[in-house]
T-cell receptor, first 115, second 114 residues
């Protein structure tokens, strides 16, 4: 069956360190992968999109890698700040997705950055 | 430049009643998606609509749930004869051109069934 797996345990790191979150998937052949941030009681907010032919993408303090051989994406936040504390969701689509049209999301990983 | 607007923010219904959730997409967006999120669960796709058309409803329960996106007005997710298991956060998202794009989400409607 198709799965999108993210670390279920919360990630606690100290301010200023780099946070690394993992997204693994099985039985998907995604054309792209997206990362979203979700705060409690709010809807997800888009952060980055990386396509299957891209290895890495950066946006300010954010970096995403995409390894279609390992079926894995890594999401890095450098120089983390307490304001980065949130749940981060991985989402992907592809011809083998449950829906041919919609993004499918992982359960997310909670990040807590302490001062 | 308003974002995706969902209302109501919170909705309380008794078992057997109907719930109507509304979503106004961002200006210029003609593609709407509905997702459901249960506690400790991920976002689950329900339905994808364009103006006046249902494109993909593969995530919708077969009974009691329906969605529409009329030519004029917001998209509506309708749940008839609600049961306690329908309690969840329902999120609407929109995009300008459909698939392979980032989604813009609303703040969601929290449905509580008593």
């Amino acid at each position: 069956s198709q799965k999108i797996e993210q670390n279920s345990e919360a990630l606690n790191i100290q301010e200023g360190k780099t946070a690394t979150l993992t997204c693994n998937y099985t039985n998907y052949s995604p054309a792209y992968l997206q990362w979203y941030r979700q705060d409690p009681g709010r809807g997800p907010v888009f952060l980055l999109l990386i396509r299957e032919n891209e290895k890495e993408k950066r946006k300010e303090r954010l970096k995403v890698t995409f390894d279609t051989t390992l079926k894995q994406s890594l999401f890095h936040i450098t120089a983390s700040q307490p304001a980065d504390s949130a749940t981060y969701l991985c989402a992907l689509d592809g011809e083998n997705s449950n829906s041919g049209y919609a993004l499918n999301f992982g359960k997310g990983t909670s990040l807590l950055v302490t001062p | 430049n308003a974002g995706v607007m969902q209302n109501p923010r919170h909705l309380v219904r008794r078992r057997g009643q109907e719930a109507r959730l509304r979503c106004s997409p961002m200006k210029g967006h003609s593609h709407v998606y509905w997702y459901r999120q249960l506690p400790e669960e991920g976002l689950k796709f329900m339905v994808y609509l364009q103006k006046e058309n249902i494109i993909d409803e593969s995530g919708m329960p077969k009974e009691r749930f329906s969605a529409e996106f009329p030519k004029e007005g917001p998209s509506i997710l309708r749940i008839q004869q609600v049961v306690r298991g329908d309690s969840a956060a329902y999120f609407c998202a929109s995009s300008p051109q459909g698939v392979n794009e980032k989604l813009f989400f609303g703040s969601g409607t929290q449905l509580s069934v008593l």
